[in-house]
């Protein structure tokens, strides 16, 4: 069956590598489902003459276009963007938008994947996809920022709207950001409805959306721990990342009893041996925001120029929050020698492969952010129907949906996660789950 199972995955792997040669992050998201999925599609007659993983591993289409903008001295600066809407057999494109210089086709062709999958495991009628740009906040100003956001939307808001694609925020595109695109897409298609979630409280945005991917992440992991009859209290976790999901798991797992070790940026790593306070986090925040680095922190934390917080201290949970293949086998070697027994993604694919194989091997138990990252896109998906319906949710409704969400999908992922090494494979439950629900549709609407 294994051997099956690899020989078809490699036939597959290698006709994608052939047409979309270069595209190394999509190439690893798209293996891991396959993988874990081909002989699920073999094996069903409807799935296997649809060709389900054939047609997910080629967006419907890709959108290119160029951003023209003027900085602050006059000078045009020319930036590249894309959406990819990779899949809207469930529901309209949904993903989010990433403003980073290491953007490229094939980081948001990997993002657009993993989204479909995520989504559907939400429950949510979501399809998936992803967009950005190569353009890089770091040092521009408010008015540069805001010029770039309209810059960009007057051409993305041709491709968007309620019912076909609908962006959120990503890295390094926040309450700000949307703010800003949001006025230009009402500007430019003279409508005002929901063609994009995260969206601030008095325009239509949704309670407990900026909070929800990293307290849903921290709900998911708390389920993991129960499943593993361990305690939550007390537990040492080690978050990397200084972004929104990172501060609001750290957030959450300290309201829940747990020690905070870390949290990190791409300068270096924060450590607290004794656990973080809340005045931390918001500290780490403030930095932040106000563009400043990490180096100067105040008593109770200890800072490491240039370094990752995987192994700087003893922590069983790892929540690695920032960005895709920060923690390589190596650095999770390093993790497990300091404790480290399970692993809960925030981040997208933020495990590389080597570290991926190395959690299994150590029967690691590692749930993947296509279902411990999902409460983001699932409140975006509250915040659509708040919009459709022009009724709004508490902020206590919505996070008591969003444990439920949460519960709901740790449940379905364990009801297709086989045991391996005595642990339940999360990835292969994720995975499994997925695509059975997208499969369901596309191989209903026949030859289209
Ligand atoms: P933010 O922009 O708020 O924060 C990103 C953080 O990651 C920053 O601290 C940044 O450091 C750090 N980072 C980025 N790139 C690197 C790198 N190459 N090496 C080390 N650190 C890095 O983004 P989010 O918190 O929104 O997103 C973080 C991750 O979570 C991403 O993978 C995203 O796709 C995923 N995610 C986000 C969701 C959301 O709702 N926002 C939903 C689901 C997943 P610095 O400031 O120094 O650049």
């Known amino acids: 069956m294994t051997d099956r199972r690899a020989a078809l995955t490699e036939t597959f792997m290698q006709a994608l590598r052939d047409r979309t040669p270069q595209e190394d992050e999509f190439h690893q998201a798209v293996e891991e489902v396959v993988y874990d999925t081909i002989t699920v599609e073999k094996n ?11 047609r997910l591993s080629e967006p419907d289409r890709v959108v290119a276009f160029r951003v ?19 899949s809207n057999a469930i529901g309209p494109y949904k993903g989010g938008l990433r403003f980073h210089p290491t953007v490229n086709p094939s ?9 479909v999958f995520k989504n559907a495991l939400t429950g949510l009628p979501l399809g998936g996809g992803k967009g950005g740009s190569d353009f890089d906040p770091k040092g521009r100003s408010d008015a540069e920022i805001m010029r770039f956001c309209h810059a960009l939307m007057a051409e993305l808001c041709k491709y968007i709207g309620p019912d076909h ?4 925020g990503d890295i390094n595109v926040g309450t700000r950001e949307i703010g800003y695109l949001f006025g230009a897409y009402k500007q430019h298609r003279g409508q005002f409805h929901g063609a994009l979630t995260g969206k601030g409280p008095s325009f239509g945005g949704s309670a407990m959306r900026v909070e929800a991917t990293g307290y849903g992440l921290v709900y998911f992991a708390g389920h993991m721990l129960a499943q593993q009859n361990r305690e939550k209290d007390g537990l040492r976790v080690a978050v990397s990342g200084a972004g929104n999901v990172a501060t609001h ?84 070697q390093d993790a497990i020698d ?97 695509y059975r629900k997208v499969a369901q549709a596309i191989s209903a609407f026949g030859a289209i």
């Open 249 to 332: 798991a750290a957030e959450e797992a300290l309201a829940q009893g747990a020690k905070v070790v870390s949290l990190s940026d791409s300068g270096g790593a924060l450590v607290a041996e004794e656990g973080m306070s809340q005045d931390h986090i918001n500290w780490v925040r403030q930095a932040k925001a106000s563009g400043q680095g990490l180096d100067d922190a105040p008593d109770g934390l200890r800072y490491n120029a240039g370094a990752q917080p995987w192994g700087a201290v003893e922590a069983e949970l790892l929540l690695p929050c920032a960005t895709q293949n920060e923690l390589d086998r190596d650095a999770l």
């Open 338 to 434: 300091a404790g480290a027994k399970m692993i809960a993604e925030g981040a997208n694919m933020p495990l590389t492969g080597g570290a991926v194989k190395l959690a299994q091997q150590k029967g690691l138990v590692h749930a993947p952010g296509k279902a411990s990252n999902a409460g983001g896109v699932a409140i975006s998906g509250l915040e659509m129907s708040q919009n459709a319906h022009g009724q709004y949710l508490s902020a206590e409704t919505v996070r008591s949906r969003l444990k439920d969400i949460m519960g709901n999908i740790h449940q379905t992922v364990l009801a297709e996660a086989d045991p391996r090494n005595g642990v339940p494979d999360y990835r292969q439950g994720a995975n499994i789950a997925g």
């Open 107 to 115: 980081v948001l062709k990997f993002l657009g994947f993993e989204q």
């Open 44 to 54: 069903d007659p409807a799935f296997a003459r649809a060709r389900v993983l054939d």
């Open 165 to 168: 694609d609908v962006p959120a």
């Open 68 to 86: 023209v903008w003027e900085d602050d001295t006059g000078a045009i600066q020319i930036n590249r963007a894309w959406r990819v809407q990779t």
